[in-house]
C-alpha cells in the first residue's frame, strides 16, 4: 500500500474521491509508490479519464509529507480506510474518506463527526 502521506496527496487530487480512490488501490495493491507509474497505467482504473490521470501523475507528494508532519507535531494523526481503528460505521457509509485527521481519541459509543 502506498504511504499516507501518498494517500493524503492523492486525496488532493481535484475529481479524485473516495470512490476512484478506493478502485485504484484495488487495481495496485501492491504499489508503493504511485508516482512511479504511468498515465496509460492510471487510465486503467475505471472512472478515471486522461484529464485525471494526467492531475495524478502531477500530484505534489511534498504535500502529504507536510500534512502528516504538521498531524504529528499537533499530536493527531491520520487514519486510514483500512486502518483497524477507522470507525466502522463511517466505513459502512456511502462513499466513506479514505482518510480522517483525528485530535484525540474517537469513542467507541455513538458519537457525532463534524466535517
Excluded: H
Excluded at 23 to 29: A, P, T, V
Excluded at 100 to 114: A, D, N
Amino acid at each position: 500500500m502506498i504511504p499516507k502521506s501518498q494517500l493524503i496527496s492523492f486525496s488532493m487530487v481535484p475529481g479524485m474521491g473516495p470512490r476512484r480512490i478506493r478502485s485504484f488501490l484495488r487495481k495496485y495493491q501492491g504499489v508503493e509508490d504511485i508516482t512511479m507509474l504511468t498515465k496509460s497505467d492510471v487510465m486503467q482504473v475505471d472512472g478515471i479519464s486522461g484529464e485525471l490521470a494526467v492531475k495524478t501523475k502531477n500530484i505534489d507528494v511534498d504535500l502529504g509529507a507536510q500534512a502528516e508532519g504538521k498531524t504529528k507535531v499537533i499530536g493527531a494523526r491520520y487514519l486510514t480506510y483500512w486502518d483497524s481503528d477507522y470507525p466502522k460505521l463511517l466505513k459502512m457509509t456511502y462513499d466513506a474518506p479514505v482518510g480522517l485527521f483525528v485530535l484525540g481519541s474517537i469513542p467507541k459509543l455513538p458519537c457525532i463527526g463534524i466535517v
